[in-house]
C-alpha cells in the first residue's frame, strides 16, 4: 500500500500491463521431437521439378569464367608496330597524329561490321576522303572487348588494308579523347 500526499487513507496501485504490440516476443513452447533437416525434407517430398519451358522463352544463364589478364594499354606505348609511315614520310607526324594535331576532316565507324566487310568500306572510305582533299580522317574500328576472346578482329584486318593503299602517308592510334586504341588516325596524301 502507498499512501498519496493530500488524501486521507491508504490507496493501493494496481500492477501496469504492457499492450502486446508487434515487438513483443512471445514464447511458444516448440516440440523438439524432430530436426530441421528432417521438417524440411517432410514438407519438401511432394515437390516436382519444373520442366522446360517448350517455347524457349527461359535460357540456361551463361556461364561466367574469370576475365582474361589485360596486356598494357597500346595506347601509351609510343613507337609500336601499330604506327605506319610510308616511305620517304617524317616519323615526326606519329607524334602528331597521337597529340591530335591534325584536323579530323572526315569519321568512319565500323561498329557492327564483319571482317569481311571492313576492308572494301576502308578502301572506299579512304578513296572519297582524299577526292575529298581531307588530310586527316579517323577510322573507328573498336577494341574488342566484346569479341571472342576478347581480342580485336577488325583492328589488325583495317590497318593492315590501310598499309596497302598507296593514298595513306601515316597512320596511328588516336588520341585517347578520341577512342585511343580503339581508332586510328590516317594522315592522307594530298
Keep these: 500500500m502507498v499512501a498519496r500526499p ?22 511458444v513452447p516448440r516440440p523438439d ?6 521438417a524440411f525434407a517432410r514438407e519438401m517430398a511432394d515437390v516436382v ?19 582474361p589478364a ?7 606505348v609510343e613507337g609500336t608496330d601499330e604506327d605506319f609511315t610510308a616511305d620517304g614520310v617524317d616519323r615526326r607526324e606519329i607524334r602528331k ?10 569519321r568512319l565507324d565500323l561498329h557492327g561490321r564483319t571482317a569481311a566487310e571492313a576492308c572494301p568500306d576502308v578502301r572506299r572510305f ?8 581531307h588530310r586527316c580522317v579517323c577510322i573507328v574500328h573498336g577494341r574488342g572487348l566484346h569479341s571472342e576472346g576478347s581480342a ?15 593514298s595513306v602517308l601515316a597512320f596511328s592510334d588516336a588520341p585517347r579523347s578520341e577512342g585511343g586504341a580503339g581508332a586510328v588516325y590516317v594522315l592522307l596524301r594530298r
Design 126 to 133: 579512304v578513296e572519297q576522303s582524299r577526292h575529298s582533299r
Design 49 to 67: 521439378r519444373l520442366v522446360r519451358d517448350p517455347r524457349g522463352r527461359i535460357r540456361p544463364g551463361r556461364r561466367i569464367s574469370a576475365p
Design 6 to 27: 493530500g488524501r486521507s487513507g491508504p490507496t493501493t496501485i494496481a500492477p501496469v500491463k504492457k499492450p502486446a504490440g508487434k515487438n513483443q516476443v512471445h514464447d
Design 152 to 166: 580485336s578482329i577488325l583492328k589488325p584486318r583495317v590497318r593492315a588494308c590501310l598499309k596497302s593503299l598507296q
Design 70 to 76: 589485360a596486356p598494357p594499354p597500346a595506347d601509351l
Design 97 to 106: 597524329l597521337k597529340r591530335g594535331d591534325y584536323t579530323v576532316d572526315g
Design 33 to 38: 521431437t524432430t530436426s530441421d533437416a528432417d
